[in-house]
């Protein structure tokens, strides 16, 4: 049975930091992309992130450029997402998704497997 856990998701400050977390059980982690989306109230689920297999290529949302950080750890089957500069726009649930793929994609719909999501709020 895949499982993708996030945690790490709060309220904060604008100009904050989190960082979430997601860990991953039932695949073979190192044999996937891993994203991360966010969708906020209203809204259609966003591509925020995503990271090869290896860790070497990573993406990132035009709105997140230059304050979120992807990583990964395959050897603790878990993807990061540094969050800095928090401004009240992030606020949203925010999930990991994992593609078994050799492209990254930026489409939610390219993703096999999903997290529950983790709540991230950003107040001004």
């Known amino acids: 049975q895949v499982q993708l856990v996030e945690t790490g998701g709060g309220l904060m400050q604008a100009g904050g930091s989190l960082r979430l977390s997601c860990v991953a059980s039932g695949i073979t982690f190192r044999n996937y992309v891993m994203g991360w989306f966010r969708q906020a109230p209203g809204k259609e689920r966003e591509f925020v992130s995503a990271?090869?297999?290896?860790?070497?290529?990573?993406e990132y949302a035009d709105s997140v450029k230059g304050r979120f950080t992807i990583s990964r750890d395959n050897l603790k089957n878990t993807v990061y997402l540094q969050m800095l500069s928090l401004n009240p726009e992030d606020t949203a649930v925010y999930y990991c998704?994992?593609?078994?793929?050799?492209?990254?994609?930026?489409?939610?719909?390219?993703?096999?497997?999903w997290g529950q999501g983790t709540q991230v709020t950003v107040s001004s």
């Open positions: 998704a994992a593609d078994r793929t050799i492209s990254i994609a930026v489409h939610p719909t390219a993703y096999e497997y």
């Open positions: 990271i090869s297999w290896s860790g070497g290529r990573t």
